[in-house]
């Protein structure tokens, strides 16, 4: 993996390779912390202010302070510049800071940090699996973009020793959730459907843009609550993300979905652009 040569920490730009946080940082130690990721294209992040919202948002529900908006698009566009970036997908990463060698806080202030690395365009479609275990719902961190990824890296592992290319959860009702990194959609009888939030699954910035671009396009689309069994009934499905944005499924499980991308699929995916299309901040 080639690295960026520049990473903003803390209000400057250091180089990676002599870029250092604390081995205290809480956010190394237990996964105190929270993250977003966008994307840039032509230079300019895309939906900045949505994702900061919901950046504010983890960092209220963890009792981290937020960045102001104006440091957090300011190191965002310094960090691609002192990469030479135009498209780029950038992290944005926020923890509590030193702590003791424990779940207890200290009292220091909050370390972020900002990397962006080159966009890298997926494949058109994805495959999935269902793992073994399952998104919890009423857990604390439900809803926050918490960097305590673990469950995510051993799903994902599994699923990519399995040759998918995602992992899907259901939470503990046995109610489809979400991916390690994606919210899923499926279509059943011509309307798309969609976990809703109460699911546990998190509030994705293109999720809620494919909400609202169907709404606009006039497509049915529902927010509701779904057996696990659906993914095997359904006629289409696909996944949303700030890198993927409107992106087929082809396989789930060992069920193969008819075609490149289905109708109403394709449907969604040319409602979403036309929603975007022009606005940096939609």
């Known amino acids: 993996m080639n ?3 520049h990473t903003w920490i803390n209000g400057r730009i250091v180089s990676t390779s002599e870029a250092r946080i604390s081995p205290f940082d809480h956010g190394f130690l237990v996964g105190d912390g929270v993250f977003e990721t966008l994307v840039a294209r ?5 939906t900045p202010t949505r994702h900061w919202r919901r950046l504010v948002a983890s960092c209220q529900a963890m009792n981290i302070t937020p960045p102001e908006y104006e440091t957090y698009v300011n190191a965002m566009q310094a960090t691609m510049q002192a990469n030479d970036l135009a498209d780029a997908r950038i ?9 003791p060698l424990g779940s207890d806080r200290g009292e220091s202030p909050a370390t972020m940090t900002v990397a962006a690395t080159a966009l890298k365009p997926w494949p058109p479609t994805d495959t999935v699996m269902t793992v073994p275990w399952t998104r919890n719902e009423r857990s604390a961190l ?12 051993r799903a994902l592992a599994l699923a990519h020793g399995e040759g998918a290319g995602e992992a899907i959860f259901a939470n503990t009702r046995d109610e489809l ?20 939030l109460s699911s546990g699954c998190l509030a994705g910035v293109t999720r809620a843009l494919v909400l609202e671009a ?9 927010e509701v609550a779904l057996p696990i069994e659906a993914l095997q009934t359904c006629e289409e499905a696909f996944l949303t993300s700030s890198t993927r944005d409107v992106h087929p499924l082809a396989k789930i499980d060992q069920r193969e979905m008819p075609g490149v991308a289905g109708p109403v699929t394709q449907r969604v995916a040319k409602a979403f652009q036309d ?8």
């Open 177 to 196: 959730c979400e991916g390690t990194g994606t919210n899923i959609f499926i279509v059943s009888a011509g309307v798309v459907k969609t976990p809703p």
């Open 3 to 5: 690295l960026p040569t």
């Open 142 to 153: 439900a809803g926050v973009k918490s960097t305590s990824y673990g469950d995510n890296v």
């Open 91 to 99: 992290r944005v990463t926020l923890t509590s800071g030193d702590g």
């Open 214 to 222: 169907c709404a606009a396009a006039g497509i049915a689309v529902e």
């Open 275 to 282: 929603f975007v299309a022009g606005r940096d901040d939609p």
């Open 42 to 46: 032509h230079g300019k992040p895309f």
